[in-house]
């Protein structure tokens, strides 16, 4: 990779000196056409998502605000998984220079180090997503993360959150699954500590991308899995291999986007348009929340309708053992020290915020059944 990374830093330096800034440049630019002088600076940013998933479309929102926000300065070319490296290996090309941004999640490169999990799929100490988004931003979350990425693993890489998402379903099975005895021995899909939780609770479990899943359960390799949400789920066909979809969890209830930005080409642009890739990441977590909100109740409601899907809410029973799995699993977690710091700091912020929320919020439910009598599965 050495090699790929030294053309890419020749290439931003060149970018840099000549055509953002620098005396002779500037002469340069005065003798060359308009057009090669305006020219936009392209930025190669993949996810880890197939083409088809909804998260392309919240990713293309980031790209339309940044492009727009810079003039035109900045453009970004978009890829989906696959196009240059694999779902799980983004943030290693981006490090690289191989790829200039990526849009994914930090559960993907938890084979580094489980302590990638925290930031979006670790224990749930009552903190919804939007509590543990702002513990990122408020919390200290935000060097926390720079910290193991920069610091422990020597990444050369920044990176940012954005869209707190709704906490992701229990799943998909063939059948009913109702108590801890039900699932004990499933083949079940999952990613990150969501895999240690779920095989303290008896399943054994595949760490597969998205666009593995469906394929996978019909070769057998898993009987039931989950991913994220309703629209992500049914755009890849989940619908057709299993009927029953389990709503509510505590396996990954907290998670966001990460933006992964390669730390020399970050730094070789003008402060505005850092600023502009930065604040870019805020804009796009605000649409993102409306269109997820505007898409998975409706593509819930298309499963129920069209698709005879069976959509429960995941058993107390389930979640209760939920909750004593993760018990079972903080202490090994918190034998690593910075593991530890994390989670400390995470439970002091969500005892006193999540303490205000809940303290303060109305009971909406009460709220939803007295106009909406009888459609709550509670």
Known sequence: MTDTRDKSLSRRSFLRKGALGGSAAAATALAAPAVLA?????????????????????????????????????????LPSGAVVGAFQVLDAVNDGVLDAAHS?????YGKNKAASLFGTGPVFGGSATTMLSWFYAGGGAEFYRELQQDILGMNVV??????????PFGWFKGEVNTIADIQGFKYRTVGLAADLMQAMGMSVAQLPGGEIVPAMERGVIDAFEFNNPSSDSRFGAQDVAKNYYLSSYHQASESFEFLFNKDFLEDLDPDLQAILKYGVEAASTSNTARAMDNYSADLRKLETESGVNVRRTSKEILDGQIKAWDQLIPTLEADPFMKKVLDSQRAWVERVSYYEMMNAPDYALAFEHYFPGKLKL
């Open 159 to 168: 990176g940012y959150m954005g869209f707190p998402m709704f906490a992701q």
């Open 38 to 78: 305006q020219a936009p600076l392209v930025m190669k940013m993949q996810t880890s998502w197939p083409a088809s998933d909804i998260w392309m479309d919240f990713a293309a929102e980031y790209v339309t605000r940044v492009e727009e926000m810079s003039g035109g300065r900045l453009k970004i070319d978009l």
């Open 105 to 109: 999640v930090p559960v993907y490169w």
